[in-house]
């Protein structure tokens, strides 16, 4: 064969191999915003629907994803909710979403899909365990000596302060 042919065919793989990677690459994303992101914001409307599960608007500092079909799926945006705005029936309608570069936008409270999992009871109950411990009066279970300071100074050499 000679080396024109070659280099062809090689070439030919090569594009063959990325128009393919490419193809994997759309297919997975697809795959992913009809089904990841629509579960998610379905069991983020099915949670904040319950009454038993808490409030019924999106808590402050947790974490979104601010999904938008007309941007590629790789420049979508992620950020935290900052602050919820309300209407004058004292519903809440807004959420800012502060970005990474410090950007604050402002979206419908439906949009911003949350990525964190509340699990304020398991919180509560961590914080409760946590502040048993602090107030436990146990004694130290060690008893150390005062460490030895060495001064390694080139005007003191081999002198040792003691504490």
């Given at each position: 064969?000679?080396e024109e042919l070659i280099q062809l065919?090689?070439?030919?793989?090569?594009?063959?191999?990325?128009?393919?990677?490419?193809?994997?690459?759309?297919?997975?994303?697809?795959?992913?915003?009809?089904?990841?992101?629509?579960?998610?914001?379905?069991?983020?409307?099915?949670?904040?629907?319950?009454?038993?599960?808490?409030?019924?608007?999106?808590?402050?500092?947790?974490?979104?994803?601010?999904?938008?079909?007309?941007?590629?799926?790789?420049?979508?945006?992620?950020?935290?909710i900052s602050a919820l705005k309300t209407?004058?029936?004292?519903?809440?309608?807004?959420?800012?979403?502060?970005?990474?570069?410090?950007?604050?936008?402002?979206?419908?409270?439906?949009?911003?899909?949350?990525?964190?999992?509340?699990?304020?009871?398991?919180?509560?109950?961590?914080?409760?365990?946590?502040?048993?411990?602090?107030?436990?009066?146990?004694?130290?279970?060690?008893?150390?000596?005062?460490?030895?300071?060495?001064?390694?100074?080139?005007?003191?050499?081999?002198?040792?302060?003691?504490?």
């Open positions: 064969m000679s065919r090689t070439g030919r793989q090569g594009i063959d191999a990325i128009n393919s990677s490419h193809k994997l690459t759309e297919k997975f994303w697809t795959i992913r915003h009809k089904e990841y992101h629509c579960k998610l914001r379905e069991s983020h409307k099915r949670h904040m629907e319950s009454k038993r599960s808490g409030s019924s608007a999106p808590a402050i500092d947790t974490v979104a994803l601010l999904a938008d079909d007309n941007q590629p799926r790789n420049s979508w945006k992620m950020g935290r209407s004058r029936d004292n519903a809440v309608r807004e959420a800012e979403v502060t970005l990474s570069h410090g950007h604050i936008p402002r979206r419908p409270v439906n949009l911003p899909v949350p990525l964190e999992i509340d699990d304020s009871l398991q919180t509560a109950h961590m914080e409760s365990r946590v502040d048993e411990t602090e107030n436990d009066a146990s004694p130290k279970r060690y008893e150390l000596c005062n460490r030895v300071r060495v001064d390694y100074s080139e005007d003191h050499n081999n002198s040792v302060d003691h504490q």
